[in-house]
């Protein structure tokens, strides 16, 4: 979020640890550069180097990570679609591979500066206590990816199309927990063009249908959200904070959040769910429907096609 605003403000950043010299020097003449293959359209192309873009990763980890376990390939995705992990699979534990040590540093990478692999992590992280085979090897798969893509970070840029303003999107996978049938909560929110906050984990409760799970999705981004508009308020007290978008692909979702009336549906639903409705009321939250190809949020509750996760994954990451 810091990041976010020091760039659309042209602002130093002062930190420690990090390595932050391109954000804080002045370039004494102009320097251009020719774009690398990859970049579509415009390889090729001589750009003049500018510092309105601020990009944040952790490559060298990444690639240190894949040296430390051997990696020398990667995948495309980071969980295929088709991976289905079981809480009652037959094979043995497999206690001879360091599952908890490779998890934990993946779990870092994926809450830094990785959504991309966030719902791969957190399908992984669940078999902590007792991992066999399988599960050894898709957190391996994982690191593949990672180490195949290590030089992508999230890029906050100066003007972005959507204005300086926050922007939330909410999805949820209903009851995809095989053995208590939880679903799985799954929230970003973007500002400056990248994401600022991202969260990919199994709700606390049963929900009894797709809108509800969908709902208590939505309000675990707008608790979010509220937390990163008072880091906002604090930083930029003379800056007005707009109605906030937060986007949601059921319609029954939306209804639920705007208008405060119980039906035989929704009556049993926990009041403390319905405190955004207040702050739809309020005009402090505005809930959006958009169709569900571009709810951006879908790739943090389920693995998915390569073509839908490389979709979400630019956007979110502002690698386009």
Not at 17 to 44: F, K, N, T
Not at 55 to 60: A, G, L, V, Y
Not at 105 to 111: P, R
Not at 153 to 166: A, D, K, N, P, Y
Request: glycine share 8%; aromatic share 10%.
């Amino acid at each position: 979020m810091l990041a976010a605003l020091a760039c659309e403000l042209n602002h130093d950043l002062y930190h420690f640890d990090i390595e932050q010299a391109i954000e804080h020097s002045e370039l004494g003449e102009d320097v251009y550069m020719r774009l690398p293959q990859g970049c579509g359209a415009l390889s090729g192309m001589i750009v003049k180097l500018g510092k309105s873009l601020l990009t944040i990763s952790q490559q060298t980890f990444t690639d240190e990570l894949a040296a430390e376990y051997g990696v020398v390939g990667g995948r495309s995705v980071p969980m295929s679609s088709g991976v289905k992990l079981s809480d009652f699979d037959a094979d043995e534990v497999a206690t001879e591979f360091p599952f908890r040590e490779l998890v934990g540093s993946l779990m870092w990478l994926a809450t830094q500066t990785r959504p991309d692999i966030a719902n791969a992590v957190r399908a992984v992280a669940r078999y902590c206590a007792s991992p066999k085979l399988v599960h050894w090897n898709a957190a391996m798969d994982i690191l593949g990816y990672a180490r195949r893509t290590s030089h992508f970070g999230i890029s906050f840029q100066r003007g972005t199309v959507e204005g300086f303003s926050l922007q939330g999107y909410a999805d949820a996978d209903f009851a995809s927990k095989a053995a208590d049938r939880r679903s799985v909560s799954g929230g970003i929110v973007t500002c400056g063009g990248g994401a600022v906050s991202w969260f990919s984990r199994t709700q606390k409760c049963v929900t009894l249908s797709t809108t509800e799970a969908e709902y208590v999705a939505l309000g675990d981004v707008v608790k979010e959200i509220l937390f990163l508009r008072q880091i906002w308020r604090f930083t930029l007290p003379q800056v007005g904070m707009p109605c906030i978008p937060v986007f949601e692909d059921i319609q029954g979702v939306i209804q639920l959040a705007q208008n405060p009336i119980s039906n035989s549906n929704s009556k049993h639903i926990n009041v403390r769910h319905h405190f955004l409705r207040e702050l739809v009321e309020r005009k402090e939250i505005s809930v959006i429907h958009v169709p569900s190809p571009y709810q951006r949020a879908d790739f943090l509750t389920k693995s998915l096609s390569k073509d839908a996760f490389e979709s979400h994954r630019d956007f979110v990451m502002n690698l386009a």
